[in-house]
Every structure is written in structure tokens, then in C-alpha cells.
């Protein structure tokens, strides 16, 4: 049921308005309710779906997104709510009862509405390399969206024309009828909610007031950005109808794996192969980092495989602020598989000489095995 569509649950059309989903919720919650069903399973979770399609359609920017993408909007690092997997507070049967009657008593039976249409949001999912992400980047996204039509300047009546106002609503958008105790609103058949009436639309738009248009946008990555961050640039998504104001867009950051690097928040790590002398004698290795530069690490005589050495200020650089994390570099000792004859004498020259303290881990875990089979 969870997956049902939230429309559907709420049982309200696609273009209902808010006063109208707000009604089906109240109503709805009223009927399932668990105070008001006891021990029934079925109510309790359809008092959940309930309650989940309405935390999102109840909120513009929610709903944008949902009527765009569906639940996937909600999945890896969308909106938070209920729909990601939020705990639901089912609350008591009298605050329900309240919250349905609360306005009525209060004298808050509501009063003019806004009826500007305010464009839907848009997503953009953008992959970047890790080095873009450590610098920042300059992009040029292409858009296909909606844009004001230019010829009515967004109205929907023809140039030269304007709309009038709904003489079925009065321009609210909504119409009353009284059923006994009840007052019961529903969205104006006339206008459609818009409260104004096109009598001669707009040849270009059909009197919607926008067209559809594929735009460019210049956009600045900043430093820092990591995997699922979501930048918001106000206005850019698409055109309301009929003049109302633009949607936002919001680019979600997917950083490309790595070849030598993986990230985790600000620090850096990478496996580094060492050759068996260097580990055995120690010495000096230099790794290049993301800013471009040779980073000097110590290797200390005798390193074991697995053991990591940190450059301190190498590795990612910190979002909206100063400096930078570190880079881990864990070490993997790498034994020869190519050997000359020299190289094979002067190792059998070494093994001779071997008295098996030189490698103390392996003199103790076959001390440990010949101990056993002693036993």
C-alpha cells in the first residue's frame, strides 16, 4: 500500500486543491483511525499510507516533485518525511476530531485564496570527477523545460486581451455548498481553480501561459561537493502558469569512481604498493595528491601490510569552509615476482643467514601450530 498512488489513497484528483486534499485526509483519518478501529491491522495501514500521501502532497514542493518523478523522488537522498522511512505518529482520535472542527469553531472558515499557479521543480542529476569535486567546476546545463510565453507575457489571453474574473467563484478559486452542519468546498468547474476565466487564450500557449523550451544555465560546482549533495537554484525550474511564479531546480551531485582514491566525508584514502626492501629497510615514497603536488611519506623499517600512514591537510577540500582533510595511505608490501640471478643469489645469501627472529609473527603462530601437535 505504501507504493499506491498518493493520489489514489487520498482519493482526490491529480488537480485537486490543497482545501480539497486536505478534506479527503481529514475525512479518510477519520474512518481508519486506530483509536477509532481497535486491533485492526488493515486500518492501522491505511492510517500509515494516509498519513504518508498527505505529508507530501500537503507541501508545494513535495508535491512538485512527486507529480515529476514519483516515489523515486523520495529514494537515495530526496526529501526526507514519512515517505523515507520516517516513524509515523498515529496521535489520539480527539486530535483528529480537533483538527477537523477546530477551524470551523474558531470562526477560521478560511478567506480569499491565492490562485497564482506556481511552476513545478526540477531534478538534475550531474556526475562530476573526484578532481572536479576537490577544485569545484564550472558546467553548462541543458534544460528541457517550460518558459513564460513571451507574445501574452504570461497572462494566456491573447495579446491585446485579458482574462476576467470567474463570476462562478468570484475569483476564489472555490465553490461552498452547505450539506445540514456541514460546509463543503470543492475546486471551481468554471475556472479550474484559477479563479480568472480566458474568454480569447493566447495562439502560442493555449492560454497557459508558458511554452515548452530548452534553456542553458551556466552553473558554478563549488569545492567540496560530495556524493547526493543537492544544490537549489531558486526560480530556474519551470514557469508557472498563467504569470505565477517559477519553480526551483535542484542539481544532485554523483561523484565517478576513482581510479587510486576513495573518499569518505573529507579524508582521502588510497592502497599503496611498497617494494619488500623498502618495507624491510624503510625509506621514502612520494604520492601525488589532488591538489596536484607530491606528498612525501616515511615508510619505517619493518612495515607490515595493512598499516596506514596519514598525510595530514591532503586530502578533500571542506565544503563552504577553510583547509582541507587528510589523505590515508595504506600500505601494501609487494613481494618481487621478477628476480635476476644476482637478486636470487644475494636472497639465498640472506635466507642462510636467517635465524627466524628477522619475522617474529611467523616464529609465533608455528610455534603455536608445533605446539599443538606436541599436545
Known sequence: MLDADYYSLLEVERTADDKTIKTSYRRLAMQCHPDRNPGCKDSEAKFKAISEA???????QKRAAYDRFGHAAFKNGGFGGAGAGGAQDFGSFSDIFENIFGEFMNGQQGGGRSNVLRGS?????????????YQGKDVELRLDTTAQCEPCDGTGAKPGTAARTCTMCNGRGQVRASQGFFVVERTCPTCRGAGQVIADPCEHCRGDGRVEKQKSLQVRIPAGVDE????????EGEAGARGGPAGDLYIFIHLAR????????TTLFA???????TAALGGTIEVPGLDRQGHEIRIPAGIQ?????RVRGAGMTVLNGRGHGDMVIQVEVETPTRLSSRQKELLEEFRKTETGDECPASKSFFGKLKGLWDG
Open 121 to 133: 521543480d526540477l531534478r538534475y542529476d550531474l556526475e562530476i570527477s573526484l578532481e572536479d569535486a
Open 271 to 277: 592502497r599503496c604498493p611498497v617494494s619488500f626492501t
Open 228 to 235: 547526493g549533495t543537492r544544490i537549489r537554484l531558486s526560480g
Open 258 to 265: 576513482h581510479s587510486v582514491f576513495e573518499r569518505d566525508g
Open 305 to 309: 601490510s595493512g598499516k596506514q600512514l
Open 54 to 60: 498527505y505529508d507530501c502532497l500537503k507541501d508545494p
